[in-house]
């Protein structure tokens, strides 16, 4: 009978000691400064209110209002808001604003909103709202919206969006839409949209002024300079490069612009060329321009003969007509070109083209005269 | 056969203890007789360097300010510190200059950071009560000390670069003149020492390039300013832009300041802009190493920064100055993170809130001689690297600073108040400016060692006055130069 008692009183002691370590002591927490507060830390109590200047809670399930800041070792469910930020090193669950940072070790899953930056150390699942910078080190799914910089430490599945740059560093599904730069450096099944992307591989849609791709591309790369290592990629674009393209400088002289140099970025029978020549002498000025470009096909007959055609858009400017204000200050030409290239030498050769041009005043669309094209030159590399 | 494999393993640990000795003994900072502190000739040093100045300005330069006396000293002393109004470059710049000569003497004594820190402010806290019959100035205290301890330990590490006690003749001769240069008191020391002229083999190298790694650029280009952020009203010239990045940020047996810091001055050649455009330091005096997950690594840690703009009217008939703005004192919290390498990417972001103790920032109104205001208040720095193996990097620097100026006066004709020292103690016209540049850079790699840069820079300022008008400009800026690049 005494046996059976002891036994008893001992369980409800040990009763009593489980039910003290998941009861909710100190509900509400007027912290100063840990431990000048009503609930200094400890690692036992749940908190419902923290309210201060800084606290330092093990478990909050409800509230924090802090002035400055709050840290929590094991996690957070609920609201957030500090003046300059929170450190949770265990989970976050809820909505996190802060002044200046948040970081959490654990896991990630709600909103968070701050001036610099957002941390997330381990997984992450939400949305991260940051003027400056949300970094998620592990994997991460949802949205990251950033003023400057979007960084995903590994797989992103979700939206990144900023007016500076978004950064996957590995194998993502994903959307980049970015002000100037999107990276992905390693492939990327999804949409990058910038004025300069990369990535390792791309499955989907790179759309910006630059594209670069540094594997395998399934899908369109649309831009204005696209290159890849895929060459069997398709692009769209003014510039499309793969490994295989030669990159080629002409110089050349002609009866329209004296002086010419331009880049041609070639393929087997196809080929791009952007170049800048002065003076248009129909101007009959010293300080006129022009930048080009010229899309074309070609045959190479033997070895060492080479035969073309291409159709190009000019752009021509007269910058200085102090003295002669009848003339336009901008035209643009279409024009049309023959070309013939020998090459003695592998890397140098000479060519000829003719050719005709029409051109024409901007917005009224008249025309400034037509004539035909005749020039000579050498092509480097 | 057991007796020769043992004399073999036994050879063989002796041999790889003698390399150790060999590799440490390379080292001056690992001699412990070079490791000796001389705190009394520090500072019998620093009160020479004062008396130096002090006799250039009194005897050379005949200046009315230092007619000093033993009353001036009292005086300064009972009326107390005041905010000064010399130029920008000369509060910004030159003061941190001076102090890097107090720190340098202190340093060159064998004397460790902190220690060398708080000789250049008792250095420059004795300038100012005892050398000028001016009245103490809060600022310069604030610029000697603080950019005098930057610059001085930049220099005072630039300076072991090149030092090398093994060689003789020309090649000595040339390392230790550029040594003096770089680190003035430094060379001195050296010469009264004899260490300029003792040849040594061993204990002769000043640093451990393994240890302390070296990444050094050269960019000589083309510089297109804006005027007011027109695009064809701009000045153009030449620019020589001198980056440095020393150390390894993220390695834990580096950890005493200035082991890993990022220096970048650039230079104006010709043209309408001051000789110096920029100097920016970043430095790390304390930190530790992270590796959150596995390939990941990052060093949070207490920097020390030091930035200086300066421009002046782009074009002879501009109305508006772009841009001054200055943070000679400022400390703050970093981190440097290095997301996991791949073959062809490397990615690194860096993040910086610092509290400015001091700075200086353009104003629109206030004049008594100078066309800044002072202030304190904070500063946020964000810069990613994208570095792609074959093509070059993109790099994205966003630097934010936000001044306020606490002690202006409204409507007060300052010259004719009543109190003398009156307009000599005021931060400026009162209110708080904020100053914005975001700088996208690109670097093509044209073959190792030569890159072509191109960067663009755009810079807002919004200042609020609490007695004028506020005011907002912008204006922008192309960079296309090419860069000479070399690691060590």
Known sequence: MIKQLIILILLIFSLELLNAQNKVDRPINFSLWNPVSTAPYDSLYITNVTLGFTSKTSTLNGVGVNLCGHFNEKGVNGLSLNGVGEFVKGNMNGLEISGLFNVVSGHMHGLQVAIVQNTNILHAKGVMLSGITNF???????????????????????LQTTLGINIASSSSNLFQLAGLVNICAAPINGVQVGMGNYASGIKGLQLGLLNLCGGEVRGLQMGIINYSEDTSAVKVGLVNINPKTQLQMLAYGGNMIQNNLAVR???RYTYTIFGIGTNYLELDNKSSGALFYRIGLGIPIKRAFFISTDAGFFHIENFHDEDHTDLPNHLYSLQLRFNMEYHPIRKFGLFASGGYACTRYYGSGGTFENQPIVEFGFVLF | MKKVFIYIILSLLTLSSIYAQQADSLFIFNDSSRMKKHPWRAAFQNIVINAGVWADNRFERKADYAKISFHSIHENMKRGFVWDNDIFSSNQLLHPYHGNLFYSAARSNGLNYWESFSYTLLGSFSWEVCAETTPPSINDLLTTTFGGAAFGEVSYRLSSLVLDDSKNGADRFLRELVGTVISP????????????????????????????????????????????????????????????????????????????????????IGGSQPLTSSVNLIAKLAGKCYEPLPGHRALIGFFQHFDYYNSEIVLKDSKVIPFKLAEGAALGLGMAYLLPATKKVTIWHRTHLNAVLLGGSLTDYYRLGRNYNLGSGYSIKSNTSVELEKYGNFELNVFDYHLFTWKGYDNVDLKSSKNPYLYLNTQGDKGNTQFLIINPVMNFILNPKIILSFGSYYYFRKTHYAYNKDVFSKTFEFRLGLKYSFKK
């Open chain 2, 185 to 268: 008191v430094r060379g001195i020391n050296r010469l009264i020492s004899g260490n300029a002229w003792k040849v040594r083999h061993k204990y002769y190298k000043y640093h451990d390039y393994e240890k302390v790694p070296l990444n050094v650029s050269v960019t000589l280009g083309d510089r297109y300013m804006t005027d007011n952020g027109t695009l064809f009203k701009e000045n153009n010239n030449l620019y020589l832009d001198f980056n440095m990045v020393y150390g390894d940020p993220l390695k834990n047996e580096t950890n005493k300041p200035f082991d890993y810091f990022s220096f970048r001055a650039v230079f104006n």
């Open chain 1, 136 to 158: 998620t080190i592990g994997n991460a799914r949802g949205v990251q919206l950033a003023g400057v910089t979007n960084m995903a430490g590994s797989h992103f599945s979700g």
């Open chain 1, 265 to 267: 970025f070639k393929s």
